[in-house]
């Protein structure tokens, strides 16, 4: 693990579990869609499933534009926890694009705002995204609230560390072993907790597109959501610091930096 890190430099990171060829294709999307970005550095694709990765896929994955690096891990134990600890040997970045493989980013500069947001806010935020959802009087909410960033979202190498840390194991083990896989919610809750800041970036340029077959489709998705914010709420209270629930606040789009 790197003593330091590249502040020039941007690492995006997509887990993705491999459920079937619509996501394998979307993935070959994204891919190329980050590397044409003038903000990242590079990709780092984390096959984060118990089955082995097609044949193909390292060359499936290859068609980035010359001069950029697209790597692949390949995790046979799934956990979305790997996507914050596994970037931190992998590169020496302060920073870290994390998507899904089902996520969309469309070609409209909003990497660049987001970077322009992440770059120039006071105090530097530690965690910023453009969804959020709440928590209202207790209930996990989609409409309502600013308590949650949710992914695609940037992340600080410091809160990835921290996240990653055996001070939160036992709370990383229960988000793997929930079914609504709420580690988002519980990487806005170690920020909350370290004191670090949540921002929302005010703009509409990426889309998280899901399609048709991922856990999002639950029909008790808000339940499952609602139980483990409550849970983890609650246990990374009792460890003292920070602001239960968290809180995100707004940022402000300045100039953007490029696609």
């Known amino acids: 693990m790197a003593r330091y890190c590249d502040a020039r430099r941007v690492t995006a990171v997509i887990a993705t579990v491999g459920r079937n060829a619509a996501r394998i294709a979307n993935l070959r999307t994204l891919v190329l869609a980050l590397n044409a970005s003038s903000v990242v550095s590079d990709v780092l694709v984390l096959w984060n499933a118990a089955d082995a990765p097609p044949r193909n896929l390292t060359s499936y ?20 926890n790997h996507r914050y600890a596994i970037p931190l040997r992998r590169s020496n970045a302060c920073s870290f694009f ?5 996520h969309v980013v469309q070609k409209d ?19 910023l995204g453009f969804k959020v959802r709440g928590n209202v009087n207790n209930s996990y909410r989609t409409d309502k609230g600013m308590n949650y960033v949710l992914p695609p979202f ?10 990653s840390s055996r001070h939160f194991a036992e709370l990383r083990r229960y988000v793997d072993e929930q079914e609504a896989h709420c580690d988002d919610l519980l990487l806005n809750l170690v920020a909350s907790q370290e004191k670090l800041v949540v921002q929302r970036v005010l703009l509409t340029g990426i ?18 959501r609602t139980e483990c914010m409550r849970h983890l709420e609650a246990k990374v209270a009792a460890l003292g610091g920070g602001v239960f629930p968290p809180y995100v606040v707004d940022g402000e789009w300045k100039a953007p930096m490029g696609p």
Request: hydrophobic share 35%; aromatic share 4%.
């Open 98 to 102: 994390v998507f899904d493989d089902d």
């Open 207 to 224: 889309a998280g597109v899901r399609l048709g077959d991922g856990i999002s489709d639950q029909s008790n998705r808000t339940v499952l």
């Open 61 to 80: 994955l290859t068609d980035a534009r010359p001069g950029r690096k697209v790597g692949l891990e390949t995790v046979r134990t799934s956990s979305l």
């Open 154 to 163: 940037l992340v600080s190498r410091r809160l990835c560390d921290v996240y």
């Open 109 to 127: 500069g909003a990497l660049g705002k987001m970077m322009s947001v992440w770059q120039t806010s006071r105090p530097s935020p530690s965690l």
